[in-house]
């Protein structure tokens, strides 16, 4: 790779533009702050068009680390990072046809380094339709929570029990009653699952039996009302 300096009479410390291996075309431009000359954003760009943004990486002035990542490859993503310790904290993922539009957003442990809750957002971008918290250390799911469409009251809770790398017990609650929960992570308190309530095995029964004369083109309208 060659090195330029783009010539500016006006920078204290100007670009420094990196250009392909034999050849003319741009791999990257590093940017500077003007008081203290230290790094603070690298544009890279895309291999076959220069012309066109890949990702943008920008950097801690006190730390020189990393703090911020932006990616624009088939779909836009930003990530996000400790600026003492350089691990990731969290990555905000947008739809691939709205790069304004919040698809899902990751959030990491800073012991392990692994993903403990995930977010997954509705079509329109703002509201949650689903969390799955894990655990840190081994990655496995232990919870999913579920929110009513355009509203942010828990519809459900599932927890799962894991022993051994395998799911032996999992325990489903549901709301049937809207309330105003803010979307939050469950506390000692959420635990106790005062605001959502166990299904019923008599309900169980009949969604089974439901189900059952659906598969077996026995349904009719006696059985919607069991």
């Not at 309330?179 to 095995?201: A, I, Y």
């Amino acid at each position: 790779m060659t090195l330029a300096v783009v010539k500016n009479n006006a920078l204290k410390y100007e670009d420094e533009v990196v250009y392909r291996k034999r050849s003319s075309m741009i791999e990257c431009i590093h940017e500077f702050n003007q008081a203290t000359g230290k790094r603070i954003r690298t544009t890279y760009f895309d291999y076959f068009d220069d012309k066109k943004v890949k990702s943008i990486e920008e950097y801690d002035q006190e730390t020189g680390k990393r703090v911020k990542s932006t990616n624009f490859v088939l779909f836009k993503s930003v990530h996000e990072y400790d600026p003492i310790t350089g691990k990731k904290i969290k990555t905000t993922n947008f739809d691939i046809r709205n790069d304004k539009r919040i698809t899902s957003v990751h959030e990491y442990n800073q012991e392990f380094g692994n993903i403990s809750r995930v977010l997954i957002y509705r079509t329109d971008g703002r509201s949650i339709s689903m969390v799955k918290e894990y655990n840190p250390e081994t990655e496995q799911i232990v919870r999913c929570i579920n929110y009513k469409r355009n509203s942010s009251a828990i519809s459900s809770i599932s927890n799962y029990e894991i022993k051994d790398d395998r799911t032996i017990k999992t325990t489903f609650y549901y709301n049937p009653l809207t309330k105003n929960l803010t979307t939050r992570p469950v506390s000692k308190k959420d635990e106790q699952h005062d605001d959502v309530n166990p299904v019923r095995e008599i309900d169980k029964a009949k969604m089974e039996k439901l189900i059952d004369n659906l598969f077996r083109d026995k349904l009719t309208f006696s059985s919607l009302s069991l």
